[in-house]
């Protein structure tokens, strides 16, 4: 699991440790060394915590005038054990929602697996957003994470699986990932399908 880096080709445009309004502000990376952990398998130190002991984050790129944010995740999604999403909307949504950002793109490719529980903080995160035209979506969730996150119900508060497990977003830019999933959501919303 060390060598899975978190996506970097927006580092010119944007770095979240540079970036005073997030609580990734003033991070200092230890390129020489392993900081953290997923049960015993190390991982890439460029991965930021946030309070989970099984899922890490990334924070790629902010546009507070188009009021997006985008995020990698890492790990083992498990709201049951360790309430993972609690720490992340408390400690690193509710901040950026403070600051006028209502969509929000997860990037779960590396999410290996996803432990659902109550639904309540999603259902909290869509409301503090839906009023300013905001949208969750998570994006390339494996199959049996899309399966479990369905279980918990979090279709009714977020974007997932479908034609969003297929999107080929390191080859856009970031504006680029909110129109192409924008498009797709009001086609979700349409009833049309790819």
Request: proline share 2%; charged share 25%; net charge negative.
């Amino acid at each position: 699991m060390q060598d899975i880096e978190p996506f970097y080709l927006w580092r010119e445009k944007y770095i979240a440790s540079d970036d005073e309004n997030t609580p990734f502000h003033g991070r200092i990376y230890n390129e020489f060394g392993y900081t953290h952990s997923i049960y015993n398998y190390v991982i890439h130190p460029q991965w930021d915590a946030f309070g989970s002991s099984t899922l890490y984050t990334k924070l790629l790129y902010v546009d507070y005038e188009k009021e997006f944010a985008i995020f990698e995740m890492l790990g083992e999604w498990n709201d049951a054990l360790h309430n993972d999403i609690m720490f992340f909307k408390r400690d690193v949504i509710d901040l950026l929602i403070k600051k006028n950002i209502h969509k929000y793109v997860i990037i779960c490719e590396n999410v290996l697996n996803f432990h659902g529980s109550e639904n309540d903080y999603y259902e909290e995160w869509h409301e503090d957003i839906i009023s300013e035209g905001g949208w969750i979506c998570f994006l390339n969730t494996l199959h049996h994470v899309t399966e479990e996150m369905d279980a918990t119900q979090l279709q009714y508060y977020c974007h997932y699986g479908n034609h969003f497990d297929d999107f080929n977003w390191r080859k856009l830019k970031p504006k680029q990932i909110i129109k192409g999933i924008e498009l797709l959501i009001h086609s979700e919303q349409k009833g049309i399908r790819f």
